[in-house]
């Protein structure tokens, strides 16, 4: 479901068995700190009255402070300091969250140092307006949605236009991979921002014609035929009406035991779709999901995340092995002199809060 949470749609995603962990620390006065132990030396000071934007090195702390300014506005806050450490076993700027995992782990300590409690569907709203208000990132709910509902061995599916959740098992003899390009991937300073702005615009060209479509998800290739557009939103609005086909059909496949190959070749042709009508792929990406995708063990692979670099899901069977993981990275490293990361995730349970110091 690339991109197709803020167009309305439907989309699937899966929690993994790694995140971001939030110690909270009260503090007697207003004084409130953040730390991280992946980013050592950007460890930021303020003010709890006192917030606001931050820049460079420190631009990692907006997604806990968009969070704060936004229990703040429900009377939801704490009315003390405090001081939040995190650790993390996440690998950040790939496009597998970390963003949402931050913004999710600290409205749980957040929460808890207030002394009060609020509904997954609550949290997601909170932490995805945290990032389109806050940070300025004009995301979806798909990120925050599947933190937040992640259930082990099992897909999230999000309606998104309704904001409703569900959890789809997955087939028991498949597993999932990522690799990292090694190609930063970070959304803010990307083209995310106009490939919204390109999906709304073909929105409203064929509202013109077709005033009853609410969302581009809505809309059919019968839409885009009856009216004229520009190229790039021709393209932009291609995908993104495909895309819900295919995941309308991978979840119907899903429900239905259907052939794991028909349903990963949806995976193949979605990353193609990225590349071609999306243009939010690029040349490492691209090498990634044609070599994955002519494994015999992969079922589809394709980029992860916003894209624009970041990483490949390689939806795989259990006879996928570690040294077949190897020897993509080397086929890799030979194209392009660089060596990278892969990854072997578990669908795994969303944000929650635990008591570490328990006994």
């Keep these: 479901g690339n991109h197709l949470d803020y167009n309305g749609g439907t989309v699937l995603g899966m929690a ?33 009255n006192q917030t606001q934007r931050l820049d460079g090195k420190y631009s990692w702390v907006n997604y806990c402070l968009g969070v704060l300014e936004e229990l703040k506005k429900i009377n939801l806050a704490p009315t003390n300091g405090f001081r ?57 709910i798909l990120d925050q949605g599947t933190s937040a509902f992640g259930k082990e061995d099992h897909l999230v599916c999000i309606e998104c236009d309704q904001e409703k959740f569900y959890n789809l098992a997955l087939p028991p003899e498949t597993e999932v991979w990522v690799f990292n390009s090694g190609i930063k991937h970070d959304l803010v300073d990307s083209l995310y921002s106009t490939r919204h702005q390109e999906c709304q615009d073909a929105l409203e060209c064929i509202k013109v014609s077709n005033p009853a479509r609410n969302s581009l998800c809505e809309c059919t290739i019968d839409d885009l035929s009856a009216i004229e557009l520009p190229e790039n ?112 995730f578990k669908a795994s349970e969303g944000a929650r809060k635990e008591n570490l110091l328990k006994e």
Excluded at 94 to 112: C, D, I, M, N, R
Aim: charged share 20%; net charge negative; glycine share 8%.
């Design 16 to 48: 993994v068995n790694a995140g971001i962990y939030c110690l909270g620390v009260p503090q007697d006065d207003t004084s409130i700190s953040f730390f991280s132990e992946n980013f050592e030396d950007a460890g930021w000071d303020g003010d709890l």
């Design 84 to 140: 939040l450490i995190f650790t993390s076993d996440l690998p950040t700027s790939v496009g597998l969250s970390s963003s949402a995992a931050l913004e999710l782990a600290t409205a749980h300590t957040l929460l808890q140092l207030s002394g009060h409690t609020l509904s997954k569907e609550e949290i997601v709203k909170i932490c995805r307006q945290a990032e389109n208000t806050f940070v300025g990132m004009p995301c979806g």
């Design 233 to 344: 939103l021709r393209k932009r609005a291609t995908h993104v009406i495909d895309e819900q086909r295919r995941v309308a059909s991978f979840r119907q496949g899903i429900e239905n035991n259907s052939n794991l190959a028909d349903l990963g070749l949806l995976l193949s042709q979605s990353h193609n779709s990225s590349s071609e009508n999306f243009e939010n792929s690029c040349e490492e990406l691209d090498f990634l999901a044609d070599k994955l995708n002519e494994h015999s063990s992969v079922l589809g692979a394709r980029l992860t995340g916003g894209g624009f670099g970041g990483a490949v899901m390689a939806w795989v069977r259990k006879s996928f092995t570690e040294g077949d993981a190897i020897k993509i990275q080397e086929a890799y490293h030979s194209r392009f002199r660089q060596k990278i990361d892969s990854f072997h």
